[in-house]
């Protein structure tokens, strides 16, 4: 029982942490009501991921690495159900959400699923393929983390530069940005396992994790890209949402402590 609980606990925290940057940026716009959404998918995520990957709840470390890829793929998920699934008044939004080519978004749902499907496919895909690069090729592991272990960071910079860049403009520095990130998480990440499916997931949701804690609490008065220039229909939250600081700033110290607890105890590999 305690096992799961542990477990469920981690799903919880990345959850509310996914949750309350998103809610710090977007609620002034579009208010509170979607707040419990990545607590409910990565609560839910926690599990599946702690059996598949067939961690130990007794290892801090392991935790540690199920708070990544927990991380990872209720993102993932939320983004794919976003961009490919739900349908919504794309007016409100200065970048849209669903998907579009160069700004003309594609209102069919299912000319979108015919997209979205075989991009989930290829995203799957290469997690075999850096399987099959570990098993066939006895590259030394720093080389390994920076390149296929920090591959989702890769996945992030294509899929936002194809969303961004046609409205706001590319930034050769933002487009750097998340595979450099990534790659630096999947070496540290190198102290826990050699798994390097599970680095790379790992590493590419502490990498989220990092750059929307920059891009939300660095410039909190500058609107994200999608509500840029939009009205602010619930000027309140600009003060409930200060409430949350204090419980965002102890989950990162949590997980902080827990790669610094789990080194201190002897579970580097």
Do not use: C
């Not at 075989?118 to 290469?126: D, E, N, Q, R, S």
């Not at 009205?231 to 965002?248: D, E, K, N, S």
């Amino acid at each position: 029982m305690m096992e799961w609980l542990t477990v469920i606990v981690v799903g919880i925290l990345a959850g509310t942490h996914t949750a309350t940057w998103g809610m710090y940026k977007d609620a002034p716009h579009e208010g509170f009501r979607r707040y419990p959404r990545s607590i409910l998918v990565s609560t839910l995520v926690a599990p599946i991921a702690y059996r598949v990957i067939g961690l130990d709840a007794s290892r801090i470390a392991d935790m540690v690495i199920l708070w990544g890829v927990t991380y990872v793929t209720e993102r993932a998920i939320t983004e794919f159900y976003k961009v490919y699934w739900r349908t919504e008044d794309q007016s409100k939004y200065f970048i849209p959400m669903q998907f579009h080519v160069f700004g003309r978004v594609v209102h069919s749902r299912a000319q979108r699923l015919l997209i979205g499907i075989p991009h989930a496919a290829v995203v799957i895909g290469l997690l075999f393929v850096i399987d099959w690069i570990q098993d066939s090729y006895a590259l030394p592991v720093w080389v390994m983390a920076l390149t296929v272990g920090g591959i989702g960071g890769w996945i992030s910079a294509f899929g936002g530069a194809w969303k961004d860049a046609p409205i706001e403009g590319f930034e050769w520095l933002k487009f750097f940005r998340s595979p450099v990130v990534a790659g630096l998480y999947a070496l540290l990440l190198t102290l826990f396992t050699r798994d390097f499916v599970v680095i790379a997931l790992a590493a590419e949701g502490f990498t989220v994790a990092t750059l929307e804690t920059y891009k939300t609490f660095f410039f909190p008065s500058k609107p994200r890209g999608k509500f840029a220039g939009k009205a602010v229909h619930f000027p309140g939250m600009l003060r409930v949402r200060q409430r949350f600081l204090p419980l965002y700033i102890l989950i990162w110290l949590t997980v902080i402590g827990g790669f610094i607890n789990a080194f201190l105890r002897g579970e580097a590999i």
